[in-house]
């Protein structure tokens, strides 16, 4: 069980950046496919319609970016506090 503990506590940090990166990714890929290119003279129901899913595009990137983010933090200070246990 204590190995058990120690392994989901070192890997943790490395789930969550990878999750961040499939999240971004995702939006990525939804603005790509879903949203694609901009009207060049769209009709205002068109319009609106292409500004709600870019918004939401966006939205699914920022998240991806903070939750990736937040893996990185906490790599970091993984790092730091298996240092000060070797000293």
Do not use: C
């Given at each position: 069980?204590?190995?058990?503990?120690?392994?989901?506590?070192?890997a943790l940090p490395f789930l969550i950046f990878?999750?961040?990166?499939?999240?971004f990714a995702c939006g990525f890929l939804y603005s790509a496919i879903?949203?694609?290119?901009?009207?060049?003279?769209p009709l205002p129901d068109l319009l609106r319609r292409y500004n709600e899913q870019?918004?939401?595009?966006?939205?699914?990137?920022?998240?991806g970016g903070l939750i990736t983010l937040t893996g990185v933090a906490a790599l970091i200070v993984q790092a730091i506090l298996r240092l000060g246990r070797r000293r």
């Open positions: 069980m204590r190995n058990a503990n120690r392994t989901l506590r070192r990878s999750i961040g990166l499939l999240v879903v949203v694609g290119i901009p009207y060049q003279e870019a918004s939401f595009a966006r939205a699914i990137q920022q998240a």
